[in-house]
């Protein structure tokens, strides 16, 4: 016997029923892209290269001076 694709899909009412549960879990509007929204500047975090990396950047020739 051949199983059918759509043959594990629910009922049209479940598929139904699932679709309005997933609109009503959306959120109601997408972020502001805006940059009034978001003034503040954020500093940026520090980066520390220790001395084993410089060694390992030295001797793969990569030089982080």
């Given at each position: ?29 997408a972020p502001s892209l ?20 410089t060694r390992i950047a ?8």
């Open positions: 016997m051949t199983q059918l694709s759509h043959d594990d899909l629910g009922s049209v009412q479940e598929m139904h029923a699932d679709c309005e549960a997933a609109v009503r879990a959306l959120p109601t509007a805006r940059y009034e929204d978001y003034p503040r500047d954020t500093p940026k975090s520090e980066i520390q290269i220790t001395e084993a990396a030295n001797a793969l020739q990569l030089h982080l001076d």
